[in-house]
């Protein structure tokens, strides 16, 4: 709506500069005449105060009806009074209308707003994208045995529905036949699937892995675990304060300095020589240019800068508000899965038997799992990629589930798999082994062993969430700015703690359920602590949205995504830092602008007024519109500068 009107006034403007008679004098040019061109001016400045200025008109009741001046009765003040006055000019001798002063500040102000509003998105998608993870039908059971497919709305508690591999689990439920591993990061930030048998609960919205399961359906709708999560994210957003912006304030300030500097004026020039139409004149310019062009941009023209800075750093800003508030924070929230780490498994260590080496360890064990889709194997063959290390050549693969696999390599049987194939088999490890096993268990590490003719355990493997190096400077960088950071995670106490010690985290939060992790956030808060969130999984929506500011990390779930009030396009913990930078910087600019555009008032509106009247200063309508251009420039030029800040992290 804005730029519409913006593009509309803006051509019905050029006429009415063209044709004003004091642009005429400083271009020392004469526009033509003809027939009725004297009524060009008013009659298009008409026009675009009808057409322009209806919208701040509009804005301006709900300012005084709340009794909170700001920009919009500022500059509502300013184009009613040079309207009326430059209307009623074209009838009364003596008077100057300020028809191009009226246009030029309708067109500059929807510039401003235009600019402000192209800035700011609302977080309004987040349901919908949480929604998208239900799928819409269910296969039911009969009682013959056979399934048949019906919509998710009318699956009832006790009925039994089949979740085929790959499938989303449309309730939740429990168990009742099958055994698979379910995908439950969404929901609960587990970086690994989560084995599920008979009698174990699952949760609708999750991703079966690799076999059949039968649940039994416990709750349904509104009920649902994922359904209080968008309840959650909906209360959230609801929440939010009315954060009132300070180019607002500055205007609700200079709206009663307008009126006290007006009324003194009035008071003062009648008093001195009577009342007539140049006290009128004195009054009108006084309450005209108190509304400089300078201020309605001293704000948007930073944000619109800064917006497309962050683009550049690969930050996309959904919120302005969250994007000021940023310079603030003194509490960092990380998510640990997919924020902190990579959210995939990956070998953090490797011990072997002593008549066997690394490299041989990695051949064989690449090569048995050579044909698993596991999240396991793929760690430990990426592994070996990294090392450069070719895969052995296996033949007879078998899966054993719950178990691991088994290969046979040169005519000799491989194994490989966890504790539970250890114990399966009945065999010892090697003191070397067991003590890199113990250490790993210490640390939370997944340890899978390689086992040679199901007799010699010949190598163990520790396997963790790979923690991004990323995250190491970030945290770091944190500190120094002064600013705490915290982890929450789905995941068990040991691994939470292993990884905020490796990083050095200053306060961590097991174990979180969804809803957890959004009180946890409040928690925060209720502390006197402005927090961000930094997340990319479904459960951390909660939380993103009643943070101060929520930082989301883009390649994360659509969800987060539309939850976030900034978004990362990277997983780069070290965007974080840059974000804070940007957001002091940005902030200091904006100060300064305000500075500028205030203080061309401080130095206009007394001249305005006439207060070197008695030694022949008068500032007219027409150099206090000059002077407004030269303060509008000025912080045109120092928003630029904020192109070339420092984000380096």
Same mark, same amino acid.
């Given at each position: 709506?804005?730029?519409?009107?913006?593009?509309?006034?803006?051509?019905?403007?050029?006429?009415?500069?063209?044709?004003?008679?004091?642009?005429?004098?400083?271009?020392?040019?004469?526009?033509?005449?003809?027939?009725?061109?004297?009524?060009?001016?008013?009659?298009?400045?008409?026009?675009?105060?009808?057409?322009?200025?209806?919208?701040?008109?509009?804005?301006?009741?709900?300012?005084?009806?709340?009794?909170?001046?700001?920009?919009?009765?500022?500059?509502?003040?300013?184009?009613?009074?040079?309207?009326?006055?430059?209307?009623?000019?074209?009838?009364?001798?003596?008077?100057?209308?300020?028809?191009?002063?009226?246009?030029?500040?309708?067109?500059?102000?929807?510039?401003g707003h235009w600019m402000e509003m192209r800035s700011v998105r609302q977080a309004s998608g987040a349901l919908d994208e949480l929604a998208k993870l239900m799928p819409d039908t269910a296969e039911r059971l009969t009682e013959g045995g056979e399934t048949e497919e019906i919509p998710v709305s009318e699956l009832g508690e006790g009925d039994v529905v089949l979740v085929r591999p790959g499938a989303s689990v449309p309730a939740d439920g429990e168990v009742v036949a099958g055994e698979s591993s379910v995908d439950e990061s969404m929901i609960t930030g587990?970086?690994?699937?989560?084995?599920?048998?008979?009698?174990?609960?699952?949760?609708?919205?999750?991703?079966?892995?690799?076999?059949?399961?039968?649940?039994?359906?416990?709750?349904?709708?509104?009920?649902?675990?994922?359904?209080?999560?968008?309840?959650?994210?909906?209360?959230?957003?609801?929440?939010?304060?009315?954060?009132?912006?300070?180019?607002?304030?500055?205007?609700?300030?200079?709206?009663?300095?307008?009126?006290?500097?007006?009324?003194?004026?009035?008071?003062?020039?009648?008093?001195?020589?009577?009342?007539?139409?140049?006290?009128?004149?004195?009054?009108?310019?006084?309450?005209?240019?108190?509304?400089?062009?300078?201020?309605?941009?001293?704000?948007?023209?930073?944000?619109?800068?800064?917006?497309?800075?962050?683009?550049?750093?690969?930050?996309?800003?959904?919120?302005?508000?969250?994007?000021?508030?940023?310079?603030?924070?003194?509490?960092?929230?990380?998510?640990?899965?997919?924020?902190?780490?990579?959210?995939?498994?990956?070998?953090?260590?490797?011990?072997?038997?002593?008549?066997?080496?690394?490299?041989?360890?990695?051949?064989?064990?690449?090569?048995?799992?050579?044909?698993?889709?596991?999240?396991?194997?793929?760690?430990?063959?990426?592994?070996?990629?990294?090392?450069?290390?070719?895969?052995?050549?296996?033949?007879?693969?078998?899966? =054993?589930?719950?178990?691991?696999?088994?290969?046979?390599?040169?005519?000799?049987?491989?194994?490989?798999?966890?504790?539970?194939?250890?114990?399966?088999?009945?065999?010892?490890?090697?003191?070397?082994?067991?003590?890199?096993?113990?250490?790993?268990?210490?640390?939370?590490?997944?340890?899978?062993?390689?086992?040679?003719?199901?007799?010699?355990?010949?190598?163990?493997?520790?396997?963790?969430?790979?923690?991004?190096?990323?995250?190491?400077?970030?945290?770091?960088?944190?500190?120094?700015?002064?600013?705490?950071?915290?982890?929450?995670?789905?995941?068990?106490?040991?691994?939470?703690?292993?990884?905020?010690?490796?990083?050095?985290?200053?306060?961590?939060?097991?174990?979180?359920?969804?809803?957890?992790?959004?009180?946890?956030?409040?928690?925060?808060?209720?502390?006197?602590?402005?927090?961000?969130?930094?997340?990319?999984?479904?459960?951390?929506?909660?939380?993103?949205?009643?943070?101060?500011?929520?930082?989301?990390?883009?390649?994360?779930?659509?969800?987060?995504?539309?939850?976030?009030?900034?978004?990362?396009?990277?997983?780069?913990?070290?965007?974080?830092?840059?974000?804070?930078?940007?957001?002091?910087?940005?902030?200091?600019?904006?100060?300064?602008?305000?500075?500028?555009?205030?203080?061309?008032?401080?130095?206009?509106?007394?001249?305005?007024?006439?207060?070197?009247?008695?030694?022949?200063?008068? =500032?007219?309508?027409?150099?206090?519109?000059?002077?407004?251009?030269?303060?509008?420039?000025?912080?045109?030029?120092?928003?630029?500068?904020?192109?070339?800040?420092?984000?380096?992290?």
């Open positions: 709506m804005f730029r519409r009107r913006f593009l509309v006034s803006l051509v019905l403007s050029v006429p009415v500069v063209f044709f004003s008679e004091f642009v005429q004098d400083v271009f020392g040019y004469t526009a033509p005449t003809f027939p009725g061109s004297l009524w060009i001016t008013p009659g298009l400045s008409v026009i675009v105060f009808a057409y322009g200025g209806v919208p701040f008109l509009s804005m301006a009741r709900t300012e005084l009806e709340n009794r909170e001046p700001g920009m919009m009765m500022l500059i509502s003040l300013a184009i009613s009074v040079a309207f009326v006055y430059s209307i009623a000019s074209l009838f009364i001798e003596g008077t100057t209308p300020f028809f191009w002063e009226l246009v030029t500040l309708i067109d500059i102000m929807l510039l587990e970086s690994r699937p989560v084995d599920k048998e008979p009698e174990s609960d699952v949760v609708a919205g999750t991703v079966n892995q690799d076999g059949s399961l039968r649940v039994r359906v416990t709750k349904t709708g509104d009920e649902t675990t994922l359904a209080g999560i968008m309840r959650l994210v909906d209360e959230a957003q609801q929440s939010k304060s009315r954060t009132q912006l300070l180019a607002d304030r500055a205007a609700g300030w200079l709206f009663y300095v307008a009126l006290g500097v007006a009324a003194i004026t009035a008071i003062a020039w009648v008093v001195a020589v009577g009342f007539n139409v140049g006290v009128l004149e004195r009054v009108v310019t006084v309450l005209v240019i108190a509304c400089p062009h300078a201020l309605g941009l001293a704000v948007p023209l930073v944000v619109a800068i800064n917006t497309s800075t962050a683009a550049r750093n690969g930050m996309l800003i959904r919120d302005r508000i969250a994007m000021e508030e940023a310079r603030n924070l003194d509490t960092v929230m990380f998510d640990k899965t997919g924020t902190l780490t990579k959210g995939e498994q990956g070998v953090v260590g490797v011990e072997t038997a002593d008549d066997w080496d690394e490299k041989q360890a990695f051949e064989v064990a690449a090569g048995v799992e050579g044909d698993s889709e596991h999240m396991i194997a793929r760690a430990i063959r990426n592994a070996a990629q990294e090392r450069d290390i070719q895969r052995a050549s296996v033949s007879n693969f078998e899966n =054993l589930r719950g178990l691991g696999v088994r290969a046979t390599i040169d005519g000799e049987s491989m194994h490989l798999g966890g504790p539970n194939l250890i114990e399966k088999l009945g065999i010892d490890r090697p003191d070397d082994i067991a003590d890199f096993a113990e250490e790993a268990g210490v640390n939370a590490q997944t340890v899978i062993y390689l086992i040679h003719d199901e007799s010699d355990v010949v190598a163990a493997f520790a396997l963790a969430d790979v923690i991004r190096d990323e995250s190491r400077q970030a945290i770091e960088a944190l500190h120094q700015m002064g600013i705490e950071v915290a982890m929450l995670t789905g995941d068990s106490e040991d691994v939470a703690k292993a990884v905020a010690a490796e990083l050095g985290i200053d306060q961590y939060f097991a174990e979180v359920l969804p809803e957890e992790k959004d009180t946890k956030v409040a928690q925060l808060q209720s502390e006197g602590n402005l927090v961000a969130m930094v997340g990319d999984g479904v459960n951390d929506a909660p939380a993103l949205t009643r943070a101060d500011v929520g930082i989301a990390i883009g390649s994360g779930t659509d969800v987060a995504i539309e939850s976030g009030d900034i978004i990362l396009v990277d997983n780069n913990p070290l965007d974080v830092v840059r974000l804070v930078k940007l957001s002091k910087a940005s902030y200091r600019k904006m100060q300064e602008n305000l500075v500028w555009a205030t203080g061309y008032n401080v130095f206009a509106l007394p001249l305005a007024a006439g207060i070197l009247a008695p030694i022949g200063i008068l =500032l007219s309508p027409a150099i206090g519109a000059v002077f407004m251009s030269l303060s509008t420039i000025i912080v045109a030029i120092n928003a630029r500068r904020l192109r070339g800040v420092d984000l380096s992290a």
